[in-house]
T-cell receptor, first 115, second 113 residues
C-alpha cells in the first residue's frame, strides 16, 4: 500500500523538549498538509506545501512550530519547547489537485503526549 | 470555532437500522468532503460533493448536497458494525484561501447488535 505514512505513530515527551515528526505523502502528490486534532474535535489546519513551497500557515502555528518539505517529497514538523497544550494528534495529508477536486488523503497520524 | 456544524454529536443505532448525519454551514460550500475516522487513527475519504443538488452513493452510504450548497447529509442504510466510527465533514473555501479543509467536530456512530 502506497498511502500516506507518518512516523512515529506515538510520541511521549517531557515539557520543554523538542520533537520532530515525519510525513511521507503519496508519491505523485504535490500538495502536503499538516493538521492538528484534539479529542472530540475535527482536525484544524496548520500549514500546507505545494512541492517545496510553504504556501500558507495558520495562526495556530506559533513560532515554536516549523515545517519543512525540502525536496518536495517528505515533510517534517518540528515543535520546539513543547507545552502540555501541544498534546494532540498530528495528521498529515496529501493531494494532487485537479480542475474538479482537491481530495486529501490522510495518514494514520502521530499522537503526541506532553507530560 | 467550527464553521461547520455537525449533528448529532453522537448517535447509537441498532444494527440493520438507517441513520443520517447532517453538516451545515452559514456560508456556501464549494467543496464538501465526508471522511470516516476510527478512534485514534487517520481519516478515510468517503465522498466529495461540489454541485448543488448533487448526490453520491457508495455501497450503503449516500451523501447529498442541498441546492443552496449550505447543507449536506450522510445517510447509511441498514447499518453494520463496520459503520461504527467518527464521521467528519470538511469543506474548502470557507475562508479566503483554498485547498485547506475546515472540519466539523464530528459525529460518533455506535452500532449495537
Amino acid at each position: 500500500d502506497t498511502g500516506v505514512s507518518q512516523d512515529p505513530r506515538h510520541k511521549i515527551t517531557k515539557r520543554g523538549q523538542n520533537v520532530t515528526f515525519r510525513c511521507d505523502p503519496i508519491s505523485e502528490h504535490n500538495r502536503l498538509y499538516w493538521y492538528r486534532q484534539t479529542l472530540g474535535q475535527g482536525p484544524e489546519f496548520l500549514t500546507y506545501f505545494q512541492n517545496e513551497a510553504q504556501l500558507e500557515k495558520s495562526r495556530l502555528l506559533s513560532d515554536r512550530f516549523s515545517a519543512e518539505r525540502p525536496k518536495g517529497s517528505f515533510s517534517t514538523l518540528e515543535i520546539q519547547r513543547t507545552e502540555q497544550g501541544d498534546s494532540a494528534m498530528y495528521l498529515c495529508a496529501s493531494s494532487l489537485p485537479t480542475y474538479s477536486s482537491y481530495e486529501q488523503y490522510f495518514g494514520p497520524g502521530t499522537r503526541l503526549t506532553v507530560t | 470555532s467550527q464553521e461547520l456544524e455537525q449533528s448529532p454529536q453522537s448517535l447509537i443505532v441498532q444494527e440493520g437500522k438507517n441513520l443520517t448525519i447532517n453538516c451545515t454551514s452559514s456560508k456556501t460550500l464549494y467543496g464538501l468532503y465526508w471522511y470516516k475516522q476510527k478512534y485514534g487513527e487517520g481519516l478515510i475519504f468517503l465522498m466529495m460533493l461540489q454541485k448543488g443538488g448533487e448526490e453520491k452513493s457508495h455501497e450503503k452510504i449516500t451523501a447529498k448536497l442541498d441546492e443552496k450548497k449550505q447543507q449536506s447529509s450522510l445517510h447509511i442504510t441498514a447499518s453494520q458494525p463496520s459503520h461504527a466510527g467518527i464521521y467528519l465533514c470538511g469543506a474548502e473555501g470557507l475562508t479566503d484561501s483554498w485547498g485547506k479543509l475546515q472540519f466539523g467536530a464530528g459525529t460518533q456512530v455506535v452500532v449495537t447488535p
